[in-house]
């Protein structure tokens, strides 16, 4: 009778295996006597006619007892993406914060672009903007509309800016940030705070409702979808525009005077006067996301560079290099590609205009595609997300414009599987980057900058302010302490999830 209790045991499993199988065993029994009685067969040959019948499929390992084995066949959780863009072109009588004019002209149009990550358990949402920013206000403001919209929980939203600045500044919807400082002094050198003129108050609802909107239609997008990575050297189009000059040794220089990109003769590949180069991350790195046919969904693509070549050479509204390289890499690998600016406080295009937005938007392009076709596929896993807040000291001209002794900046982690992206708020610069790199577990780690917040604007690591320096004097409101607090709180964030593992 070993057979028929093999039935019995495997019909109350499968039926229900929190069930009584004393009920379904006294069925299955009562079922084959009847059975084997009308038929003139013995009680075994029936119990094998009902295991074919209702198990022709399914192993041995759904029995009772196997539970184990069932599992160990489980696959993992699927991963999904759906993508999505909208125009968040403003009007152009919005204000230019450069010139204090109004832009006047549209060079090529600003969008928000959105993606949404699944693995069936809990999802994260990526917003990037073609904006200067993405401040705290505006941070706030776009998480909990999405998170209304989506039901995804508001530290498990992204928001990142290429910080392009032939674009508005991430407007200001909420006064109760950053003390006495609301918008950042840059945007208001040369006009008031636009949040009263018409156009721009029609623009600031507008950002958030094509915000809204691309998420959701990201959502409803949504596929399966396998994770890739590859990279390129791209150093060829960028530069460290704060070289380390020699603090003794150099008796004469023949640097002509204003010696920059402005000059008829400026080599970005030249350093005069006994400089080296500054450090510098060199690589573009690419994610890709393709279906079960191979084909691409989306593109990520993520370097460190100024969004600097139109501005300060072209007034009116553009999307600078970034808009360009998204486009092409779009047109040639297939689906919607985005751009997520990195730690590029100190890192400059290696030079400026029209024709030089052309240039690395095609350049990148062309990198972009060598590297989907020799790039690797991340093993699966689960999506996680934490955040934390830091409270960043001010130096005396931060506390005289914020009334704040500190400003409470986040670290926000994502990881999924062996890639980990890390966001800082304003400006970082290169050696922050670096140092979570090198310290976090996470094999494939991507620091973003310009993302959930500005920070105390530019940050470096201690010993920074000492250089001085445009983005160490005026560009910062934080101590030579801030950007190391911020490297130690995205260490430890990457560390807890992986420990959690």
């Not at 074919?52 to 029995?63: C, D, E, H, K, R």
């Not at 062309?366 to 689960?382: N, P």
Request: aromatic letters at 8%; glycine letters at 10%.
């Amino acid at each position: 009778m070993k057979n028929l209790a093999m039935v019995k045991d495997r019909l109350a499993f499968s039926i229900n295996h929190e069930a009584n199988t004393s009920f379904w065993g006294a069925f299955i029994n009562l079922l084959c006597d009847r059975f084997a009685s009308a038929c003139g067969v013995h009680q075994i040959m029936v119990s094998s006619l009902i295991l074919i019948f209702f198990f022709p499929v399914t192993g041995y390992s759904a029995l009772p007892g196997n539970t184990e084995a069932a599992e160990k066949e489980e696959t993992p959780a699927q991963l999904s993406v759906g993508v999505a863009k909208m125009d968040i072109t403003p009007d152009t009588a919005v204000l230019d914060w450069v010139t204090g004019r109004p832009y006047g002209e549209v060079h090529d149009p600003l969008f928000v672009r959105a993606l949404v990550l699944g693995d069936g358990e809990s999802k994260v949402v990526i917003v990037s903007w073609d904006l200067v920013d993405a401040g705290e206000s505006a941070t706030e403001e776009v998480r909990n509309e999405i998170s209304s919209e989506l039901g995804v929980p508001a530290n498990q939203i992204l928001v990142n800016a290429t910080h392009n600045h032939s674009a508005p500044w991430s407007p200001v919807y909420n006064e109760d940030y950053r003390g006495k400082e609301q918008d950042t002094w840059w945007a208001v050198r040369y006009m008031p705070p636009q949040n009263d003129q018409p156009e721009y108050r029609k623009w600031m609802d507008h950002l958030i409702d094509q915000t809204v909107e691309a998420a959701r239609q990201a959502e409803s997008s949504s596929q399966s979808a396998t994770l890739w990575i590859g990279r390129a050297d791209v150093s060829e189009y960028l530069l460290n525009r704060r070289p380390t000059h020699p603090e003794w040794g150099i008796e004469e220089s023949n640097a002509p005077e204003g010696f920059n990109y402005f000059h008829e003769e400026w080599d970005p590949n030249v350093l005069l006067g006994g400089a080296k180069f500054g450090p510098m991350d060199r690589a573009m790195t690419l994610l890709s996301f393709r279906d079960k046919a191979g084909v691409n969904i989306a593109s990520v693509f993520h370097l460190s560079a100024h969004a600097v070549s139109i501005y300060p050479f072209m007034e009116g509204i553009s999307s600078d290099w970034p808009g360009v390289a998204t486009k092409r890499i779009s047109e040639s690998l297939g689906g919607e590609a985005i751009f997520l600016q990195g730690a590029a406080g100190d890192i400059t295009p290696w030079k400026r205009g029209r024709e030089a937005v052309e240039e690395m938007g095609a350049g990148l392009a062309e990198k972009a595609s060598v590297v989907d076709q020799y790039s690797a596929r991340l093993e699966s896993g689960t999506l996680k997300a934490a955040s934390g807040i830091v409270g960043l000291p001010l130096d005396p001209i931060g506390k005289e414009r914020t009334g704040l002794d500190a400003i409470n900046a986040e670290v926000q982690v994502i990881t999924y599987g062996s890639l980990a992206l890390v966001t800082l708020p304003g400006e970082p610069l290169t050696d922050l980057g670096t140092a979570i790199r090198k310290q976090s577990p996470f094999p494939q780690t991507l620091v973003l900058g310009y993302s959930n917040g500005n920070g105390v604007h530019y940050v470096g690591m201690p010993g920074e302010k000492a250089r001085g320096g445009y983005e160490m004097e005026a560009g910062t409101v934080g101590t030579d302490e801030a950007g190391q607090k911020l490297v130690e709180l995205a260490v430890e964030l990457l560390n807890e999830i992986s420990e959690a593992d």
